[in-house]
C-alpha cells in the first residue's frame, strides 16, 4: 500500500510507523488518521508483527491538529472539536494502549497538543535531547485531549499536570525523564539506534506475556487490590499454559537462549 502521510514497513517482527509532513510538523490531517489507522489495523492483523515503533520525520514528532485542515472563517459559529476527538483522536489513542505488543514512542523534535498525548498514549517514550513536550490546547481555549486529562495527572501528579495544562509551557525532554513523564532522554545522535535495539528486543521477547502486562497495568487504574489479584491469577494461569512461559522455562534449565514465539 502507498502512503501520502506516512512512511510504514514491517520487517522482522518490527513495524515502524513514521509520520511524514515534515513540512507541517507532522501535524494530523484527516488523510493522515485515515492512513495511520489503515496501517495500525495491519499491525493488528500481522501475527508476525512483535512491536509498533512510532515516530516522527524531520525536526519535530508531531504538532498535533493541522488547524489549517478544519479552519474556521471569522464570524463563523465554529466547528465540532467532539466529533474530530470522537471519530479520530480516542480511537487513534485506544488502539496504542490495546495492541497486544509493546509500543514504542521515539520522539525525535517537539511533540505539541495532541501529538504531545499521542508520545503518550505509548508504551515506552524515548526522546531526543532537543524534543520536547507542550500542552498548546489553552494557547486556543481547549482542553488537552487524546487522553490528556487522564494520562498527565496519573503520570505526573496533580500539580504538575495543571500546570503544564493551564500555561502550556515547553517541557523539555530532559525534565520530562526527570518529572518521570518518558522512560528515557537520549542524545539525538543515539535515539533512532536505541528505539530499534529495543525494537529487536522486542521482537524476539515473550509479546503475549508483555501484552497481558499492558492490560493489566492499564486496569490496575480503576480496580481495587482484590480486584487487581483476581486478574493477575486468571492472567497467569492463562500464560502457565502459553508456548514461551514454556520455552522459558526450559531454556532457564538448558542455559540456553528461548526461542519466544509470542504465543
Known sequence: MNYDTI????????????????????????????????ALDRVRADKSVRVLLLTGAGRGFCAGQDLNDRAVEPGAPGVDLGESVEKYYAPLVTTLRTLPMPVICAVNGVAAGAGANLALACDIVLAAQSASFIEAFCKLGLIPDSGGTWVLPRLLG????????????????EK????????????????????????????????????Y???????????????????????????????????????????????????
Open 213 to 263: 502486562t499492558k492490560k493489566a497495568m492499564l486496569a490496575s487504574s480503576t480496580n481495587t487490590l482484590e480486584q487487581q489479584l483476581a486478574l493477575e491469577g486468571q492472567m497467569m494461569r492463562e500464560l502457565g499454559y502459553s508456548h514461551d512461559y514454556r520455552e522459558g522455562v526450559a531454556a532457564f534449565i538448558a542455559k540456553r537462549t528461548p526461542d519466544f514465539k509470542g504465543e
Open 176 to 211: 520530562a525523564e526527570q518529572w518521570g513523564l518518558i522512560w528515557r532522554c537520549l542524545p539525538d545522535a543515539e535515539l533512532m539506534n536505541e528505539a530499534m535495539a529495543m525494537a529487536r528486543h522486542f521482537a524476539s521477547a515473550p509479546t503475549k506475556g508483555l501484552a
Open 7 to 38: 512512511q510504514f514497513t514491517i520487517d522482522a517482527g518490527i513495524a515502524t510507523l513514521t509520520l511524514n509532513r515534515p513540512e507541517r510538523l507532522n501535524s494530523f490531517t484527516q488523510a493522515m488518521h485515515a492512513e495511520v489507522r489503515a
Open 158 to 173: 496533580p500539580a504538575r499536570a495543571m500546570g503544564l495544562a493551564l500555561l502550556g509551557d515547553k517541557l523539555p525532554a
